[in-house]
Nanobody, 124 residues
Framework: QAQLVESGGGLVEAGGSLRLSCAGPESMFRHFVGWFRQAPGKEREFVASISYTGGTVHYADSVKGRFTISRDNAKNTQNLQMNSLKSEDTAIYYC??????????????????WGQGTQVTVSS
């Protein structure tokens, strides 16, 4: 069974930047796509999402102004540009795609497709 695959994670110093990418089959890129993250000892939380056309985006308050989500439907990919990284951004980052119909983009149960995650570590 095909799934989404993240790449681009790694170790970066505080204040630095990192760009995450996610790729998968076309069937998983037909609706909203986005990113969640899970830090050690914490629950998985919403990070960002983007609609199919790119016209609607959402960001968690904690990353607003620092992260930018984008997508390329011709390539079945989405990206998360992370700037001004903080130690609090350290987490496993998961890309995801929503199910059809009514969804709440900040709620993980609205997402049908998931990647395995990529580790982002921000050193202070």
């Amino acid at each position: 069974q095909a799934q989404l695959v993240e790449s681009g994670g790694g170790l970066v110093e505080a204040g630095g930047s990192l760009r995450l990418s996610c790729a998968g089959p076309e069937s998983m890129f037909r609706h909203f796509v986005g990113w969640f993250r899970q830090a050690p000892g914490k629950e998985r939380e919403f990070v960002a999402s983007i609609s199919y056309t790119g016209g609607t985006v959402h960001y968690a308050d904690s990353v607003k102004g620092r992260f930018t989500i984008s997508r390329d439907n011709a390539k079945n990919t989405q990206n998360l540009q992370m700037n001004s990284l903080k130690s609090e951004d350290t987490a496993i980052y998961y890309c995801a795609g929503t199910r059809p119909g009514k969804i709440f983009v900040t709620t993980e149960t609205s997402y049908e497709y998931w990647g395995q995650g990529t580790q982002v570590t921000v050193s202070s």
